[in-house]
């Protein structure tokens, strides 16, 4: 039955930001609406919503954080995971 709706599928991806922590997901439909998750919390796609999530982080209280406590590595694989989310949903 065509009900002539679109069908909404989301594209999720995660990394493991700092070891010994949740991982982050990111997750985009149709490349536009963007958030991260991380420990049942949603942030949006925005800088406020990347300060946040680099906080709720706080990588520097993990066993040994993946790539240091550099707050500038951190934002850069934060929005590399973002960008690649992006890019995937909007190949669907």
């Given at each position: ?15 493991e ?11 985009c439909?149709?490349?536009s ?9 949603e942030?949006?796609d925005?800088?406020?919503?990347l300060?946040d999530?680099?906080?709720a982080?706080?990588?520097s209280t ?16 934060l ?9 995937a949903?909007?190949?669907?």
């Amino acid at each position: 039955m065509n009900t002539g709706c679109d069908q909404v599928t989301e594209e999720c991806s995660s990394d493991e930001i700092c070891t010994g922590k949740d991982p982050v997901t990111s997750c985009c439909t149709d490349g536009s609406a963007c958030v991260w998750k991380y420990n049942g919390v949603e942030y949006p796609d925005t800088d406020q919503g990347l300060a946040d999530l680099k906080a709720a982080l706080d990588c520097s209280t993990a066993k040994s954080a993946t790539v240091g406590c550099d707050i500038d590595e951190i934002e850069m694989r934060l929005q590399e995971l973002m960008e690649n989310t992006r890019a995937a949903s909007m190949r669907k």
